[in-house]
């Protein structure tokens, strides 16, 4: 028997819509099993790219958010060592890493530059698992029409969304194993 996938569920703050012109300026990572036990967390802050600066709109966004953009600017780490140290994290999992984001495809844009830029492999390879493209699947609605909002609220734990990245991966998360829960569910029947 192979090891058993383990759902990295991933959120990214940045300072830009694209990785090198910009940079990560935060994440973090919730480990789950497919049951939706939570066994680990990841988190940091790093230093901007050399070179790289904040895009506009991206920062003005971030004016209206000073909490949030507080807490991903403390302790700042090298992204060199973090992105090792992240590696090393991935790599002690008891299974197989799979990504978890939403949006699956800007947040591990970001995290796979950094990954490969930094840390010269990834242990997710290319698995990218969307959170929205698996709510589509499951409600049997369009792409575009599948919001959290239209989302079944017994999907949603108490964990709030506060654009501090380890706390929205733990909430996106939850919601991810909630999802699985029910698909679990639907299919036995």
Known sequence: MGRPEIYV?????TDGPIPGPHSMLSFGSAAFLADGTLVGTFAVNLVTLPDAEGYPDTMAWW?????????CR???EDPQSAMVRYRD???GLPGKPVFVG???AFDFMFVYWYLIRFAERSP??????DIKSFAMAVLGTDYRAT???SMPRRWFGSAPHTHVA???AIEQGALFCAMLAERATESLR
């Open 74 to 76: 403390a302790d700042q």
């Open 9 to 13: 569920s991933t959120d990214v703050e």
């Open 124 to 129: 997710f390879s290319h698995s990218a698992l």
């Open 147 to 149: 919001t959290k909002r």
């Open 63 to 71: 004016e209206t958010q000073p909490e949030a953009w507080a807490a």
């Open 89 to 91: 994290w991935l790599e």
């Open 102 to 104: 939403y949006p699956a």
């Open 166 to 168: 380890l706390d929205d």
